[in-house]
C-alpha cells in the first residue's frame, strides 16, 4: 500500500528556517518525480517544487532561491529545506507523487504538515 | 504561469443532481488537465487525469471532458459523499491550479 508521512512542520519566526521531511512506503521515492504542494489557510492549491527521478529539481518562482528539495535514497525520504521563511509561506505542505503518462498529476498525497510563519 | 479559472467558485446542489463544474486555461494546453477533490481537513484527490481518464477507484459517476483551454467536470448524480472542494490543475507548463470550486448541499 502506498503511502506518503509529512513530518518537521511547526511555528517558526520570520527569517528562520525548516525541514519538512515526507517517508513514503510501498514504492520507491527515486523512481518516482515527487512533489511539494503547499495550501494557506483558507486558500486554494499552490504547486511547490518538484524533484525528478533523474535527479532535476524545479521551484515556483515563490519560494525560488529560497526552498530546496532533495530525497535520501537510502531512508525512501522526500524533504523540503525552507530557509528565509515569510509569513507568505504559512500553509498545510503535502508531499505527493506524481505519475507521469502523458500529463503530470499527483495520485498519492501525505496528510499535510502544517508550517506558521509568525513572530 | 497559465491560469487557471474555475466557474463557478460555489455551487449549492442537492443529492441527485447533474453538476458541472468548469475550467478554463490562459492558454491552449492540449489535454494536460487534471481533477481533484478535497474535504475539508483532507489531502486532495485525484479523480480525472488527462481531462477525461477517470482514476483507479473512483466511481464513475464523475467524468471529465475538454481539450485546448475549455474544461468540464461533470457529476452525473450526486451523492452525499460528494460535497467537497474541487480544483483544477494543468500541467501543460509550470504547474498551477484552478482557485477551487465550493460544492455544498442545498
Known amino acids: 500500500e502506498v503511502q506518503l508521512v509529512e513530518s518537521g512542520g511547526g511555528l517558526v519566526q520570520p527569517g528562520g528556517s525548516l525541514r519538512l521531511s515526507c517517508a513514503a512506503s510501498g514504492f520507491t521515492v527515486s523512481s518516482n518525480y515527487m512533489s511539494w504542494v503547499r495550501q494557506a489557510p483558507g486558500k486554494g492549491l499552490e504547486w511547490v517544487s518538484v524533484?525528478?527521478?533523474?535527479?532535476?529539481?524545479y521551484y515556483a518562482d515563490s519560494v525560488k532561491g529560497r526552498f530546496t528539495i532533495s530525497r535520501d535514497n537510502s531512508k525512501n525520504t522526500l524533504y523540503l529545506q525552507m530557509n528565509s521563511l515569510r509569513a507568505e509561506d504559512t500553509a498545510v505542505y503535502y508531499c505527493?507523487?506524481?505519475?507521469?503518462?502523458?500529463?503530470?498529476?499527483?495520485?498519492?498525497w501525505g496528510q499535510g504538515t502544517l508550517v506558521t510563519v509568525s513572530s | 504561469d497559465i491560469q487557471m479559472t474555475q466557474s463557478p467558485s460555489s455551487l449549492s446542489a442537492s443529492v441527485g443532481d447533474r453538476v458541472t463544474i468548469t475550467c478554463r486555461a490562459s492558454q491552449s494546453i492540449s489535454s494536460y488537465l487534471n481533477w481533484y477533490q478535497q474535504k475539508p481537513g483532507k489531502a486532495p484527490k485525484l479523480l480525472i487525469y488527462a481531462a477525461s481518464s477517470l482514476q483507479s477507484g473512483v466511481p464513475s459517476r464523475f467524468s471529465g471532458s475538454g481539450s485546448g483551454t475549455d474544461f468540464t467536470l461533470t457529476i452525473s448524480s450526486l451523492q452525499p459523499e460528494d460535497f467537497a472542494t474541487y480544483y483544477c490543475q494543468q500541467s501543460y507548463s509550470t504547474i498551477t491550479f484552478g482557485q477551487g470550486t465550493r460544492l455544498e448541499i442545498k
Open positions: 505527493a507523487r506524481a505519475r507521469t503518462t502523458v500529463v503530470v498529476y499527483f495520485d498519492y
Open positions: 524533484i525528478y527521478s533523474g535527479g532535476s529539481t
